[in-house]
């Protein structure tokens, strides 16, 4: 016996077989971005007015620069599967569809790597000292 609505007799398709896994998946970012996103504006509140030499300073402790990287993985995860699920329900051109999905997985990739890539810098200073102050 096939548990099937008439529509989806009618259309031949099944259930895509990921809403539990994306289910989850929403609800365990959800979760730990709740604890993740106060010490972020923690954080921010904390840097504000200081110097960029503390601000480097501060985002170098390895404790902060994990809870910061953290907080970017997870929640740009989290905003694709937001997106994502946006965009299934109420898109219903099937090349727009693809389109947006596809956009929406190389914006947060590039603007989750160029974020994971400031923390870092910001962390480990810069890799080459240029002073341009002073005259070749």
């Known amino acids: 016996m096939a548990f099937k609505t008439p529509m989806g007799r ?3 398709r099944g259930a895509a077989r990921t809403g539990t896994q994306t289910f989850w998946h929403q609800r365990l970012t959800a979760l730990a971005l709740v604890p993740l996103t106060l010490f972020f504006v ?3 509140i904390a840097l504000t007015g200081k110097s960029y030499a503390e601000a480097a300073s501060f ?3 390895p404790l902060v620069a994990v809870l910061l990287l953290a907080f970017l ?3 740009f995860y989290h905003l694709k599967l937001g997106l994502t699920h946006v965009v299934e329900d109420y898109v219903h051109g099937e090349l727009a569809k693809i389109g947006l999905i596809v956009l929406i997985n190389l914006g947060t990739l590039l603007l989750g790597l160029a974020c994971v890539y400031s923390v870092l810098r910001l962390g480990f200073g810069p890799a080459v000292s240029i002073d341009i102050t002073t005259p070749l």
């Open 59 to 61: 985002v170098g402790s």
């Open 42 to 44: 923690a954080a921010m």
């Open 10 to 12: 009618v259309r031949g």
């Open 73 to 75: 993985v997870i929640g």
